[in-house]
Structure formats: structure tokens, C-alpha cells
């Protein structure tokens, strides 16, 4: 019998969620998949000062 194997993909991007190239790839994404989740969002971190 021929059975559907399962994928599971974890990818980090460089960009917050409210930006529109990266709002409009998840998207895209989330049409491509059964499920897709957004671990966080989070600000850039500001450089550390000597």
C-alpha cells in the first residue's frame, strides 16, 4: 500500500511578521501546507555598547 509521508520543516527568516514581503510569503506558504505555525516575531536586538 502506498502511504503519504509527513514532513516537518523548521526555518528561521530575517524580518517580523508585520512586514508585507514577509507577511505575503507566509501566506503563500500557508497555502501550500496543511498546517503552518509561527513560533515568533521578534525586534531586532540592538548592538551591545563598550
Known sequence: PQT????L???EVAGH???S???STLEKLGKLTLR????GSYPKAM???D
Not at 503519504?4 to 514532513?7: I, L, S
Open 9 to 11: 520543516f523548521f526555518v
Open 21 to 23: 514581503a514577509v507577511a
Open 47 to 49: 548592538p551591545v555598547s
Open 17 to 19: 511578521v508585520t512586514d
Open 36 to 39: 503552518l505555525e509561527v513560533l
Open 4 to 7: 503519504t509521508a509527513e514532513y
